[in-house]
């Protein structure tokens, strides 16, 4: 596949969502092009945060605002002027949003209809990429993985882009006018994510405390990537259809089926890179509706653009631990990010 980010170098990118883990890791990849980024989000959601830690502010423009208003969206947008929209900004935890669902919608379907808007009132966007979730399958609990054309909207939100797409951004022949994709990515993990309600991250925080990792659900099967592996497969396609426009479609992320592991397979892994006595505990309560087997197939973005997973996970836990105990130690978290950036695009 090569670098590919030489291509982003002086272009002007809006990513929405950029003080969470994956847009504070897609930002220092941009920042490290050379690509003028404007993000716009809400505050780090998280403390600590990556965005904080890392001190990505200093790499960006930063506008803090909520997706949800359109005209503080529009002002950052107008202002920015992007030839390529990242949005990333989603309520993505699934506990959470069974706790409060209108806030997710709101922010999952109304915030991807702002930035839609932005967009249809700009003539500069040459590519757009809306990045959901693999939840917005309809989840039959299949052993294989789930392609592009299966049925969505199973127990989360997701129709927004497509309807838009059909409306808005094509022409009387049917032919598009922007390029517009959907990326969907399996459950990403990496240095830097401290989300409540998500595996990795209670693993280290009951490292941090000395205490036993719980587990609620160990037999549930997810295809764990490490972050870089989605975030470049999103800078891939969002290239690839700036520059020829029949790329614009819908792509499954994910990591090949010997990385769909059992959670308790996962945490066990995790227990045997950090050392130091670490256990883990299953303490299974059953909790709101979330699939047991979810796998998706990336065969497509395989087949269309060469892509492949460049880290195994037991790779991806490596570089985890190696982050986090860095952090711990009190170390330049920058410095190790780019170096595992670097290590990852050139393997």
Not at 142 to 147: A, C, D, L, T
Not at 226 to 235: D, I, Q, R
Request: aromatic share 12%; net charge negative; charged share 25%.
């Amino acid at each position: 596949m090569g670098n590919i980010l030489d291509f982003y170098k002086g272009k002007r990118i809006f990513l929405t969502g950029h003080t969470g883990f994956k847009g504070s890791w897609m930002c220092r990849m941009l920042a490290n092009a050379g690509a003028i980024v404007t993000g716009y989000s809400l505050k780090a959601p998280t403390e600590p945060s990556l965005f904080r830690i890392a001190n990505i502010e200093d790499d960006i423009h930063s506008v803090i605002g909520d997706i949800r208003d359109y005209t503080s969206l529009k002002k950052a947008f107008d202002e920015s002027q992007p030839e390529i929209v990242l949005h990333l900004a989603a309520q993505p935890i699934v506990r959470d949003s069974y706790k409060d669902p209108a806030y997710t919608y709101e922010t999952n379907v109304m915030g991807t209809v702002n930035i839609l808007e932005c967009v249809r009132n700009n003539c500069c966007v040459k590519s757009f990429l809306n990045v959901t979730t693999d939840k917005v399958y309809l989840n039959r609990e299949w052993s294989w993985g789930y392609r592009e054309n299966e049925e969505l909207d199973g127990y989360d939100p997701e129709l927004v882009t497509h309807s838009y797409k059909r409306s808005f951004f094509t022409n009387i022949d049917g032919l598009p006018i922007i390029p517009i994709s959907t990326a969907r990515a399996g459950n990403v993990i990496g240095g830097g994510d401290f989300a409540n309600d998500r595996i990795v991250p209670d693993c280290i925080r009951a490292a941090v405390k000395h205490e036993d990792i719980v587990v609620r659900n160990p037999y549930s099967t997810r295809p764990y990537q490490h972050v870089l592996e989605p975030l470049y497969a999103y800078l891939l396609i969002a290239m690839k259809q700036y520059e020829d426009i029949g790329f614009a479609d819908y792509y499954n992320v994910g990591p090949d089926d010997v990385d769909c592991f059992q959670t308790g397979a996962l945490v066990e892994l995790f227990v045997n890179k950090w050392g130091e006595g670490m256990r883990w505990v299953n303490k299974y309560d059953g909790g709101p509706h979330e699939a047991n087997f979810l796998k998706l197939d990336c065969s497509k973005l395989k087949k269309t653009f060469g892509w492949s997973p460049r880290w195994n996970l037991d790779e991806a836990m490596e570089k985890i631990v190696e982050w986090s105990k860095v952090w711990l130690a009190g170390g330049d978290v920058r410095v190790c990010m780019d170096k595992q950036i670097n290590e990852f695009l050139n393997v």
